[in-house]
């Protein structure tokens, strides 16, 4: 018999009608779904594939599973989305140890865990500790003439919990404190001061990632504030170290099957063979994510027990419906400030008016 390479990988060699392939939404890379997709045909699984779309994709997802109609089997979701989706999700099978961090939910499988950490060149020297603050004084000290932009940021809201947390905010509308509570606009003033001082002014929208991993094999950055969906790119990993940033988010990819499912135990037994040892210890390998069992993470690179080992000092974004949506407000009033479009209290006034509608 002759196999058909489809959008749905099919199993060949049974006799009989094939399988129904396994609806599966998920959110990987191109070089991720390449990997996915090998590993489908290996376990003979058939799977129809498709890529959900990352932003709004709490909203997205959510108007989907409302509707009931062409439900996917399985979703892999970013752990934010899940207050708002947890309705409409059906309970997980127990039996996994699953690594302490990653547990979050009944609803979910974890199948990764994410968050920022700082990564240095092994020829500079560490931070004094994990503080945002010791981060610049280190970054400051390698500058010279031929480094001048020797900390790596980028501007989104993500990369500014540390700081806004370091000023005793939170990313919530309650977070940011009443008018005149200067939290947020202090660690948003400190945060864009920094690009053009020791971070680089930042790249057209849209190109941060490419222009990060420039500036890293270049040697124009010594501490790199990044996550694993970046260092699994890098080619030179033998020259990094990976360190904590004090107040940093954690968070992470997770595995869910829809109360509308047309075949539920299908979508789990694709989220069992996604969370195994051998497919988290493959992935581990090729894209440095954190598994999340404890016998896969014993089994995954060095690199990786690094990563796991620096994020035990993050904390997760606050559970909540909104928490997805206040990054509609907060990064492009982050831009406008790095910018020069805005000062900090302007921006920080505007975000409050826009996350004021979110708590009506």
């Keep these: 018999m002759r196999c058909l390479a489809l959008v749905a990988l099919i199993a060949c060699g049974h006799s009989g009608p094939a399988p129904a392939p396994i609806k599966f939404l998920h959110t990987f890379s191109p070089d991720e779904t390449e990997l996915f997709n090998a590993i489908m045909v290996e376990q003979g699984l058939p799977v129809e594939a498709k890529l959900a779309p990352f932003a709004r994709g709490q909203q997205v997802i959510g108007e989907m599973l409302r509707a009931g109609k062409n439900c996917p089997d399985l979703i892999r979701i970013d752990a934010t989305w899940l207050p708002g989706l947890a309705p409409q999700l059906a309970p997980a099978p127990a039996g996994n140890e699953w690594l302490p961090e990653a547990a979050v939910s009944d609803v979910a499988m974890p199948e990764t865990i994410d968050g920022l950490v700082v990564v240095r060149d092994a020829a500079a020297p560490a931070p004094a500790s994990g503080s945002v603050g010791d981060l610049v004084a280190a970054a400051r000290a390698a500058k010279h003439a031929e480094r001048k932009f020797p900390l790596g940021l980028r501007v989104d809201g993500y990369w500014l919990v540390p ?62 504030v990044t996550g694993p969906w ?122 409050r008016r826009g996350w004021a509608r979110l708590t009506r």
Excluded: M
């Excluded at 005793?168 to 606009?185: H, K, N, S, V, W």
């Excluded at 063979?273 to 954190?290: C, G, Q, W």
């Design 163 to 224: 700081w806004l947390r370091a000023h005793g905010g939170e990313l919530q509308p309650a977070g940011l404190g009443e008018i005149g509570d200067t939290r947020a606009t202090d660690a948003l003033a400190e945060f864009a001061h920094l690009f053009g001082d020791v971070t680089a002014p930042p790249p057209p929208s849209g190109e941060e990632a490419p222009e990060e991993l420039r500036l890293w094999t270049s040697h124009d950055v010594a501490y790199w």
């Design 230 to 351: 970046q260092i699994g790119a890098l080619k030179d990993r033998e020259r990094l170290v990976v360190s904590s940033l004090a107040g940093a988010p954690r968070g992470g990819q997770l595995l869910v099957v829809p109360k509308c499912a047309r075949d539920p135990a299908a979508g789990w037994q694709l989220a069992r063979v996604l969370t195994s040892v051998e497919v988290s210890k493959r992935f581990a390998e090729a894209f440095a994510t954190v598994p999340t069992r404890k016998d896969a993470l014993a089994a995954s690179p060095a690199l990786v027990q690094q990563i796991y080992a620096a994020l035990q000092t993050a904390k997760p974004l606050p559970r909540s419906p909104v928490t997805p949506l206040l990054f509609d407000d907060l990064n492009p009033a982050l831009a406008a400030v790095v910018s020069g479009d805005a000062t900090a209290d302007e921006a920080i006034a505007g975000v």
